[in-house]
């Protein structure tokens, strides 16, 4: 073995017929077309293993120079999440009445949000992603990271897709700036908020905005159009 091919394992992969690829494809597109960002969240238990399991699905994501510069915390603790609400209410308050300007506000009245966030309490689970800006070695040195944001954005994405496919609703909320939460979880300084999820089963009168996807026609283009 030369060294270029040591630390290389054989890559575990079985090829599907072609028919049941596209049969797969269609399922999950079928799967994913039926997902919504929920903002109404029962306070139903839901099992936990679910949580640690979209979690670990996650954290398959590939990362720049595989740092895997995330970090998730889970709270389900009423009193962390109460302190977590009342937290983002106070900054959300400030954005709506204050800080977000006239065309982000026109922009969110579609979905109808406003700064009350009662998913916070009500959500058996909260699960707050952090992006590792860089890592600390073992002798306390800073190491850099790369594609951060990409790589925690990616590791999110599997994250809601995980928790889609298992039957539990979620939302990608940001209530900025995010800074209390690196307080209230007790987040080391390398450590970002990059996005909250309140995790559960939709309220049985959850309602969404009725929004329409863009057309594949809008989202994809076939090599450049001089060349149709
Ligand atoms: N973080 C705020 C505002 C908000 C911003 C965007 I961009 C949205 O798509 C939705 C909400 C909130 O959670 O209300």
């Known amino acids: 073995m030369t060294e270029r091919e040591s630390g290389f394992i054989p890559l575990e992969f079985s090829r599907l017929g072609e028919e049941e690829m596209v049969s797969r494809a269609r399922e999950f597109c079928a ?5 919504r960002s929920v903002r109404f969240i029962s306070s139903e238990p ?3 293993e679910c949580v640690e399991l979209a979690v670990r699905t ?4 590939p990362s720049g120079a595989h740092r895997q510069p995330w970090r998730f915390v889970i709270v389900d603790d009423p009193d962390l999440k109460r302190e977590i ?7 959300e308050r400030e954005n709506y009445e204050h800080r977000f300007p006239p ?3 026109e922009a969110l009245s579609a979905l109808g949000t406003d700064w009350n966030k009662e ?3 009500h959500a058996p689970y909260l699960v707050i992603v952090f992006k590792q800006s860089y890592g ?6 800073k ?6 944001n990409e790589s925690v954005g990616i590791a999110c994405g599997l994250f809601i897709a995980a928790l889609h496919n298992m039957g539990l609703a979620t939302l990608t909320h940001t209530p900025s700036p995010m800074g209390f939460l690196s307080r209230l979880l007790g987040r080391p300084a390398n450590e970002k908020p990059y996005i909250l999820f309140p995790i559960g089963y939709p309220a049985a009168d959850a309602t969404v905005p009725d929004l329409k996807r863009k057309s594949m026609e809008e989202v994809v283009q076939w090599n450049v159009p001089a060349h149709e």
């Not at 609400?85 to 900054?91: G, I, K, M, S, V």
């Not at 600390?136 to 040195?141: A, N, R």
């Not at 190491?143 to 951060?148: A, D, G, R, T």
């Open 119 to 121: 998913f916070l309490e």
């Open 31 to 35: 799967l994913m077309q039926r997902r």
């Open 46 to 48: 839901i099992p936990r």
């Open 143 to 148: 190491v850099n990271n790369y594609y951060v």
């Open 136 to 141: 600390v070695d073992s002798d306390g040195e």
């Open 58 to 61: 996650a954290a398959t994501a």
């Open 103 to 105: 065309d982000w506000l």
């Open 85 to 91: 609400r009342e937290a983002a209410e106070t900054e």
